[in-house]
């Protein structure tokens, strides 16, 4: 299964971007989340942190959220996939 996490400024929190597509997840956990992707965004947006890193920090908090959701949705893991990374969305299959 894939799914999709928008990590912009401008995007759904994540909560309800999970419960949109169906999943199941941890309130706590993804609040969490939220919190930490809200910080992302304004130390980006303040220069405090590069491009690079940003989109670092991006991945590794989709990895967490994946971990999660598999974990709540009894999901294997995806295969592999060619997509091209984007800044602002991150898919199922690891492309943050």
């Known amino acids: 299964m894939e799914f999709r996490i928008g990590f912009g400024a401008v995007q759904p929190?994540?909560?309800k971007q999970l419960k949109a597509q169906?999943?199941?997840?941890d309130v706590t956990n993804v609040a969490?989340?939220?919190?930490?992707r809200e910080s992302l965004t304004y130390l980006y947006f303040a220069d405090m942190i590069n491009d690079s890193a940003a989109e670092k920090a991006r991945k590794?908090?989709?990895k967490m959220?994946?971990?999660h959701?598999?974990?709540k949705n009894k999901l294997?893991?995806?295969?592999p996939s060619t997509t091209t990374?984007?800044?602002?969305v991150a898919a199922g299959h690891g492309a943050c």
Do not use: M, R, T
């Open 76 to 79: 294997k893991s995806p295969k």
């Open 22 to 25: 169906g999943l199941k997840y």
């Open 85 to 88: 990374p984007s800044d602002d």
């Open 69 to 71: 959701v598999k974990k």
């Open 60 to 62: 590794k908090l989709f």
């Open 32 to 36: 969490h989340y939220e919190k930490l």
């Open 13 to 15: 929190k994540i909560a």
């Open 65 to 67: 959220i994946e971990a």
